[in-house]
């Protein structure tokens, strides 16, 4: 049975998982969960809003997890090993599982923008962020943070209550997007 989602009452997450000082720098983000508000549970699927100078997280890879998104709203610019690309209105991107080319997003103007992100929720994730000495392995509902060489950080272990037991781990979590 197809169910009409009312985006008014979906879930709204905002800033990340990421421990400090990197949770700091995702002020101004916001996602609205959709495919928690629809039962998904095989992928995920959320709108993230950039507020002026916000960015969508730090920038990353996903191991096990694809991702797809597509600019709804604004203006974004991607940030992946290559270089900056402006992304508008209609713009898509996919980043598939494994490929070690870190990307985010990053809102540079003056209003709001609005993307898309389809994800697959696989049951053990690793994500690791390119510009720092970080990795994320999310687990059942648990997210562990680590240096790139699997040592503990220096930060405690993080569990997040949108891992919580009532749903799966969402990819754009890592993303920042999903993080």
């Keep these: ?17 990421y421990p400090e000082p990197y949770a700091a720098l995702m002020a101004g983000r916001r996602s609205l969960r959709l495919g928690d508000a629809g039962g998904l549970t095989q992928f995920g699927v959320n709108i993230v809003i950039l507020a002026p100078g916000a960015k969508s997280s730090l920038r990353h890879w996903h191991l096990h997890e694809d991702e797809f998104v597509m600019i709804l709203e604004g203006e974004c610019t991607l940030i992946q090993d290559a270089g900056e690309t402006l992304m508008q209105v209609g713009d898509c991107a996919a980043f598939p599982a494994g490929n070690p080319d870190g990307h985010c997003f990053v809102n540079t103007t003056a209003a709001e923008a609005r993307f898309l992100v389809v994800g697959t929720k696989a049951p053990r994730e690793v994500a690791t962020y ?16 680590t240096h790139k ?16 037991p009532t749903g799966a781990a969402d990819p754009s979590l890592k993303q920042g997007s999903d993080k």
């Design 130 to 145: 390119s510009d720092i000495d970080l990795m994320v392995t999310i687990e059942g509902k648990r997210a562990v943070f």
């Design 149 to 164: 060489d699997g040592s503990a950080y220096a930060a405690p272990a993080h569990s997040h209550p949108a891992l919580a």
């Design 1 to 17: 049975m197809l169910s009409k989602i009312d985006q008014s009452k979906a879930p709204v997450k905002t800033g990340s998982i």
